[in-house]
């Protein structure tokens, strides 16, 4: 008899899908999760894709759907707040990091890089 994925199981599968490489892509294969739970290659598939009785498994923790609901209803009111204190010192951050983005940094060099970088010539310089 096959075995059996209890649904811790499931939820197990859903959350090693979830994880992401470095290019936005699932880290772990099918096969791979299917090697680390006993079970074949076919069941991870039928599980990630909700068929027969692994449709009731939930992806992830819920914590996506939760963060998205607090969004929408907004119990707070934090949309509707007006801090001019926090908005000063939105622009007073605006200012300074515009006047630190047209600051021309020097390079430290040494003087004969300096005399070697004069002697170079651009096209756009005439």
């Known amino acids: 008899m096959a075995k ?9 599968i859903h959350r090693m ?4 490489n470095e290019w936005g892509e699932p880290k ?4 791979h999760i299917a090697e680390q739970l006993g079970v074949s290659e076919a069941t991870i598939w039928r599980v990630l894709k909700k068929r027969a009785a692994y449709a009731a498994g939930r992806k ?6 939760a963060r998205f609901d607090a ?5 707070l009111g934090a949309g ?8 000063a010192a939105a622009a007073a951050s605006l200012a300074k990091m515009l006047a630190g983005a047209q600051a021309k940094a020097e390079l430290p060099m040494s003087e004969s890089a300096k005399e070697r970088l004069a002697t170079f010539r651009s096209p756009l310089d005439e």
């Open 28 to 31: 772990f294969s099918g096969a």
């Open 80 to 87: 509707g707040m007006d801090r001019p204190d926090l908005d």
């Open 17 to 20: 899908r979830e994880v992401l």
């Open 60 to 65: 992830g923790s819920g914590q996506t759907e």
């Open 4 to 12: 059996v994925l209890t649904p811790a199981a499931v939820v197990e």
């Open 71 to 75: 969004m929408t209803r907004d119990t």
